[in-house]
Every structure is written in structure tokens, then in C-alpha cells.
């Protein structure tokens, strides 16, 4: 079995790039939109000073407005060091988490690819959300689909039926199943196109989420 390495210095650095870029430029809007309202409140004018106004004259108990206020602050507080702690920033989805039980050095995932000027391209189904990397699908494929196309209801045929029509859409014929792995020892990512391999790990392995479908003319082939 040959692994061929996917992941070439470029990528990522392209990607680690883009995600610090993101980052900066968030950071510099929140400081400069805190800049703003403060100023603005001090100055009695603007967005914010109205809504705090707004917000006095609410008629509610008091009680219930120091509530509300404290819960607002600890929200803002939990999303600032980014931990949940119940009931601020409480997401629901992660509230239980799956226990993760894969100690393997090496973690596999199996993922669609498809065949272009004689060269395989996977198919990252869960970065097809992000318009500054998708590469096929862009407006219209939001992160809910992506999650479930990806985890959620990646076993099921109907899952694997959209994501083939919408890539014949744009060209691609045919998907196939191949093996995506990380070796966590030597940071090595490695990408196996061999079917009768995906059907076996698919099969074999523990995987996260469970297994995804496989296509029947991948089984025939593979079986002939």
C-alpha cells in the first residue's frame, strides 16, 4: 500500500496565513467597535447609549434587569477566554461531549475524491462552508449542511446522492472513497486513493462519527 502525502508546505501555509489573518482583523474591529460605543456613551449619542437608555425605561423589575445585565457580562466574559461554563456561552451541542476513545498514533477518516488530469483532489466537505476556502460548492452551502454532509449523516445513501449531484453540477462525475490519516508522532498526513482500502478501513476501524457510505460501484469494482 502506498500513502501519498496530500498536505505540501504551501497549503499550509496558505491556510495558517488566512486564519491569522481572520484573527487580526477580527481582533482590530472588536477593539475599534468598543472604542466607538464608549466614546459615543460618553458623548450621549450613538447605538449603544440609546439602547442602554432603551433598556432603563423597560418597564420590568429591577431584579430582572440586573439579571439580564449579569448574564449579558458573563456571556461576554465566557465568549472572551473562549470556555463554556453553564449558562454562559452555553452550547448545546458540545454539552456532551463524544468521549474520545481512538488512542492510536494514527487517526483515520475516510473522505470522497474524484479523479482530475489523471490526479486525485479530495473532497473537503467541511471547509466547503468558508467562501475563502471553499472550492465548488460557495453561497448556499452553510455549516449546518456542512456538519451534516461531513458527520452528522455521512453513513446515509441520501448523503451521498446530494453531494454527487451537486458535483456533477460543476463536472465531476464520479466520487470515490478513499483514506485520509495523520500519523500524530510524525505530524505526517497522508492520503490513500486505494478503494478496496477505504472499504476495509471504513469497515474495520473505530471511526469518529461512525463509518460513511460507500458507493455500490466502488464495492463492484473493488470486487472484481
Known sequence: MTLVQTDNLFHNFNTILLFKAFVLVSISIIILWIG????????????????????????????????IVII????????????????????GMYRWPKEYSNRNKIAYEVKYYYWQQNEYKILELRKESSLLLTEHFGWGYSNDIAYATTYFHKSEKENFEYISREMK??????LWAGVHSINFETKEV???????????????????????YIPEYQLVKCNE
Open 36 to 67: 466607538i460605543s464608549i466614546r459615543d456613551y460618553l458623548r450621549r449619542r450613538g447605538i449603544f447609549y440609546y439602547c442602554i437608555q432603551k433598556f432603563r425605561t423597560v418597564s420590568i423589575p429591577r431584579i430582572m434587569k440586573i439579571i
Open 169 to 174: 453540477e460543476r463536472g465531476i462525475d464520479t
Open 190 to 212: 497522508t492520503f490513500d486513493p486505494d478503494i478496496c482500502n477505504a472499504i476495509s478501513v471504513n469497515k474495520s476501524e473505530e471511526l469518529y462519527y461512525g463509518p460513511i
Open 72 to 91: 449579558l457580562i458573563g456571556n461576554f466574559i465566557a465568549i472572551g477566554f473562549g470556555e463554556q461554563r453553564y449558562p454562559f456561552y452555553d452550547v
